[in-house]
């Protein structure tokens, strides 16, 4: 979901600060201030809408006069061409908003149709695609809501969100002489109780040796989706196996395959490509 509305206009706030909406010179000196008009936006590709609602607050939080209208939904699938929504009022409200409004739509949208195509590739599978903490700095929530409008699933929102021992963890306290059983101990003893316990492994047999030593989630790290077949066979049922590292849209398939349960994507959020969306003015009497 959405973050709350103060945390939403504190986020949007510091994009608007970021591009110094409220001195825009340019604005200023061409377009009279009582000039109204309606623009729409438009999607030049087709994919999976998200971040509508961003986009409105960002006008009404520029211009609370201003009229947005949204003619589809968050995760609905579009053509190029069409018009998903209209703001109508002051011109310069809207030509200083818009680029604020566009980055925060056209990101969204490209992490909402990459994730779907995910979901779409692994169709038939038990597998479910979710997002990582590679997010853009200051808009973890908005990336994450995201990936849930495309279709997939939010992995931990931070780092309270679970235990998940990674391999410098355990490159760290192996040094130490504890052991990988030792570890998990360690973190069932010492973190809450409500908190599951994950740990990321790099072959079968360390895989096999986590589930033993009592590990809610196994996360298989850069393994072929041989190796995960091999894995998730000597597994114990009790115990979730996810699949992470080196994942695409080309081989994901194969990877669902394998049988794991949860299939991680860093792409989703750290390199999506934003949908290419524009502005376009009409004359607000057309």
């Known amino acids: 979901?959405?973050?709350?509305?103060?945390?939403?206009?504190?986020?949007?706030?510091?994009?608007?600060?970021?591009?110094?909406?409220?001195?825009?010179?340019?604005?200023?000196?061409?377009?009279?201030?009582?000039?109204?008009?309606?623009?729409s936006l438009v999607p030049e590709e087709a994919g999976v809408?998200?971040?509508?609602?961003?986009?409105?607050?960002?006008?009404?939080?520029?211009?609370?006069?201003?009229?947005?209208?949204?003619?589809l939904l968050d995760g609905d699938r579009v053509e190029g061409g069409e018009s998903v929504a209209t703001i109508s009022g002051s011109m310069a409200s809207i030509l200083s908003a818009e680029r604020t409004a566009l980055n925060f739509l056209q990101r969204m949208s490209g992490i909402a149709t990459l994730t779907s195509e995910y979901v779409k590739a692994v169709e038939g599978t038990t597998a479910s695609i979710v997002d990582t903490r590679k997010t853009a700095p200051g808009l973890r929530l908005l990336d994450k809501y995201a990936v849930s409008v495309g279709g997939g699933r939010n992995h931990r929102m931070s780092l309270a969100d679970g235990v998940l021992i990674k391999d410098n963890h355990l490159a760290a306290l192996q040094a130490e002489g504890i052991s990988l059983a030792q570890v998990i101990k360690q973190a069932r003893l010492r973190a809450p109780h409500t908190v599951k316990i994950e740990v990321e492994v790099e072959s079968v047999e360390a895989a096999i040796a986590a589930s033993s030593a009592g590990a809610d989630i196994v996360m298989l790290d850069n393994m072929s989706p041989l190796d995960m077949r091999?894995?998730?066979?000597?597994?114990?049922?009790?115990?979730?196996?996810?699949?992470?590292?080196?994942?695409?849209?080309?081989?994901?398939?194969?990877?669902?395959?394998?049988?794991?349960?949860?299939?991680?994507?860093?792409?989703?959020?750290?390199?999506?490509?934003?949908?290419?969306?524009?502005?376009?003015?009409?004359?607000?009497?057309?």
């Open 230 to 286: 091999r894995a998730v066979d000597q597994i114990g049922a009790d115990c979730t196996v996810e699949a992470s590292g080196g994942i695409t849209l080309e081989n994901v398939a194969d990877v669902a395959k394998s049988g794991v349960d949860i299939i991680s994507v860093g792409a989703l959020t750290h390199s999506p490509r934003a949908m290419d969306i524009s502005l376009e003015f009409e004359s607000k009497s057309a």
């Open 1 to 39: 979901m959405l973050p709350g509305r103060g945390e939403l206009d504190a986020t949007i706030d510091r994009a608007l600060a970021e591009d110094s909406v409220g001195a825009d010179v340019t604005t200023a000196a061409l377009i009279p201030p009582h000039l109204e008009a309606r623009a």
């Open 49 to 71: 809408l998200a971040g509508l609602d961003v986009a409105a607050a960002v006008f009404r939080r520029v211009d609370p006069d201003l009229v947005f209208v949204q003619r």
